[in-house]
């Protein structure tokens, strides 16, 4: 019977592979390599066939020093061996009714963990939404403005594509982390100089990344490139980080640096709603700047 269970899951295995590897999302990487491994195939027989013996096997013996008419009777064996076997196979049957019970609350609580990260609200639209890496090295891309007009020159291009309703740029996508800082607003330096900042998460921005992304203003404006020049340059934070700033007044206008000596500010100019940057679970402030020329990097 386990010999007939490990073909059957082979078969299974061999016939479903092109149609899970189609469910992949085509962001991870070597998708195309996945096959089945001879190996690891005739190793799994293997078990199969041994576990197979061996479990079968072993009830056989019991069952050939077993007396019919003690069990019939319902009477517990007469002989310390018998019942030391007696009682041995009572734990047996106890553990693995315990494994199972283990086994099914675990998968009920995966279940469960999985139909609530499916309903967690991440902040962006993931659909109709496609995303590329880039890393520009070597010399002709060493200074900042340098990278900048790649960038400058990039968007209108990618946006001139055919079915492409926006585009822009980021330095961390969603779900990728981040890089963070402690944040000092106006009003906390006049009050106390000396205490700690609120902990930011910053990332830079550019083109018409909040549309192209579904991440909705909420308030204010979106960014323009003159915000990245100013003396106090523009800057964007989600809803978490005015809510925890300024969280009975209007975050609009409002000033806060990531601790510069002397401060750096950055003048809030919109607000965007909530977005998961670390993982389905972690929600942190955010500030988002545009471009990367006079601003703070993340």
């Known amino acids: 019977m386990a010999l007939a269970g490990g073909v059957g899951a082979v078969l299974l295995a061999y016939w479903s592979l092109d149609g899970l590897k189609a469910l ?69 049957v106890v553990g693995q009714l315990a494994l199972g019970l283990i086994l099914a609350h675990t998968g009920l609580l995966l279940i469960q963990s999985y139909s609530a990260l499916l309903e967690t609200e991440q902040g962006f639209n993931e659909e109709h939404t496609l995303t590329l890496g880039i890393t520009l090295g070597g010399e002709a891309y060493d200074q900042a403005e340098e990278r900048q007009t790649f960038f400058d020159q990039l968007m209108p291009r990618i946006q001139a594509l ?44 550019a083109g018409d990344y909040f549309q192209a992304m579904g991440i909705p203003l909420l308030t204010g ?49 919109g607000v965007v709603g909530d977005v998961r940057q670390w993982s389905p679970g972690w929600l942190r402030s955010n500030a988002l700047t545009q471009d990367c020329r006079e601003t703070r990097k993340s």
């Open 162 to 205: 055919p079915g492409v309703l926006a585009a822009g740029a980021t330095s961390k996508l969603p779900l990728r982390g981040g890089t963070n800082g402690p944040v000092f607003t106006q009003e906390m330096i006049a009050e106390d100089p000396g205490q700690n900042g609120i902990l930011t998460e910053s990332s830079t921005v």
């Open 221 to 269: 404006r979106t960014l323009t490139l003159e915000d990245a020049n100013l003396d106090s340059p523009g800057v964007i934070i989600n809803q978490s980080a005015a809510q925890r700033f300024w969280p009975d007044s209007d975050p609009l206008g409002r000033r806060f640096s990531f601790g510069d000596d002397p401060p750096h500010w950055l003048t809030v100019v």
């Open 24 to 92: 992949i999302p085509p962001t991870v990487p070597r998708v195309g390599n996945i096959r089945l491994d001879e190996g690891i195939l005739l190793f799994a027989l293997l078990v199969s066939l041994v576990t197979g013996l061996i479990f079968g096997l072993a009830p056989a013996l019991a069952a050939t020093r077993t007396r019919i008419t003690e069990v019939i009777k319902g009477v517990m064996p007469r002989s310390r061996k018998g019942r030391e076997i007696w009682k041995a196979q009572n734990l047996f």
